[in-house]
């Protein structure tokens, strides 16, 4: 197959192949034997997402109703819906993908902002005074403490059920008249 059968049209400009990198896709190029302008319908079908039909993409193309046989049989004969299926799930992947990076891209981010909270409160807390601090104080300090180190490790979004026999400490009595 020679360059000139890989048609270029607006629905598929994006996904033209990387040469000498992957394995040309079925929805890429043009089946053998298949007319350049099945070739073009098929990339105007591919392009219409899941809920693509050959009626539905007549339409919103302008394409006259009178070529809908011809389009049914470029698309029997050249695959449509195989190969937009397998467009589809390629896409599907790619997304997946991104996404992914977009998540690790954005709990690098958190933690970054963590670790600055984290110098700017071991600062604060050097410059606490013991005889300053009342026992709401301690508490409040005690309770953020153990809020952000379940964020950071993720035990927050553990079960929260409290464990057959757990013990409850309460250091409010050792605060009294402080």
């Known amino acids: 197959m ?10 598929n400009v994006n996904s033209e192949p990387d040469k000498g990198t992957e394995a040309i896709k079925s929805w890429e190029v043009r089946m053998p034997n298949e007319p350049p302008k099945a070739f073009k319908a098929f990339c105007l079908f591919r392009a219409m997402g899941y809920k693509r039909s050959i009626k539905a993409c007549m339409e919103m193309h302008g394409v006259e109703p009178k070529k809908y046989g011809s389009w049914a049989r470029y698309a029997r004969l050249f695959r449509w819906n195989e190969r ?5 799930a390629y896409i599907a992947k790619e997304t997946e993908k991104e996404i992914l990076a977009e998540r690790v891209e954005r709990r690098k981010r958190q933690m970054e902002m963590l670790n600055g909270f984290d110098e700017l409160v071991a600062k ?11 026992a ?14 379940s964020f950071i490790t993720g035990a927050d979004k553990e079960n929260n059920k409290p464990v057959q026999g757990e013990l409850a400490i309460t250091f409010a009595d050792s605060f009294k008249d402080l």
């Open 136 to 149: 709401d104080g301690a508490m409040d300090l005690l309770e953020r403490s153990a809020k952000l180190d």
């Open 2 to 11: 020679s360059d000139k059968d890989a048609v270029m049209t607006s629905a």
């Open 124 to 134: 604060r807390i050097k410059t606490l005074k013991p005889d300053d601090l009342n």
């Open 84 to 88: 937009a299926a397998e467009y589809d």
